[in-house]
């Protein structure tokens, strides 16, 4: 357990269908990130947000689209997707200021995402 | 940030050290480095960062080389629950645009 809490673990959704990934971080932490993990490849950095600003978007595509209400909460909201983004979508938190000692990232367990 | 360079596969017997390298040639001096593993499907867990001293954790040890173009992960007591994928990472320390990940070294702790 990391802290850091991603929901749903497994979705599968059809082309036409909308949905949304959370993710829950209760650390204290500013920043967070999404990343997408897809078969036998690195993870790709997707957006940062830090302090509920939009710090990065990595040429996302923009059937993608993030919201970051809080710096406890992250959701990544899916519409039209292919299926190519079928992949391991990935959530982390790490602390957006300076303090001492406590700068690595804390990942979730990552939502399992099937596009049919 | 700078560039890593990992092999893409390493083999360790169960109860060996593993050590897992990691090349860093263009690494600037206010950069640090970083190591992460990722079970398989699981999130990246982080293990251990440093700048340019050694360091140790209940984890593992990093040995930096004193021109910081290198480092070497060191797993002291390898178990079957170390297989995981190992990622070398540099970056500023509190650049949080910047955590991003290569190929990394899959680590294969053999009985």
């Known amino acids: 357990e990391t802290g850091v809490t991603q929901t749903p673990r497994h979705l599968v959704m059809g082309m036409t269908n909308k949905k949304s990934l959370k993710c829950e971080q209760h650390?204290?932490?500013?920043?967070m990130y999404w990343y997408k993990q897809s078969a036998k490849k690195p993870l790709e950095l997707m957006f940062v947000?830090?302090?509920?600003?939009?710090?990065e978007n990595n040429s996302v595509p923009s059937r993608f689209s993030p919201e970051c209400p809080n710096s406890s909460h992250l959701f990544l909201h899916l519409h039209t997707l292919q299926p190519e983004d079928s992949a391991l979508y990935l959530c982390a938190s790490s602390q957006g200021t300076p303090r001492k000692g406590d700068t690595e990232a804390f990942f979730g367990q990552g939502t399992r995402l099937t596009v049919v | 940030d700078a560039k890593t360079t990992q092999p893409t596969s390493m083999d360790c017997a169960e109860g060996r050290a593993a050590n897992l390298p990691c090349n860093h040639s263009t690494i600037s001096g206010n950069e640090y480095v970083y190591w992460y593993r990722q079970i398989h499907s699981q999130g990246p867990q982080y293990i251990i960062h440093?700048?340019?001293n050694n360091e140790t954790n209940e984890m593992a040890s990093l040995i930096i080389t004193e021109d910081r173009k290198s480092s070497t992960l060191i797993l002291p007591h390898a178990t079957l629950r170390d297989t995981a994928v190992y990622y070398c990472?540099?970056?500023?320390?509190?650049?949080?645009?910047?955590?991003?990940f290569g190929s990394g070294t899959k680590l294969n702790v053999k009985p």
């Open positions: 440093g700048l340019k």
């Open positions: 990472i540099v970056r500023l320390l509190y650049n949080f645009n910047k955590f991003y």
């Open positions: 947000y830090n302090f509920k600003e939009q710090t």
């Open positions: 650390l204290g932490h500013n920043a």
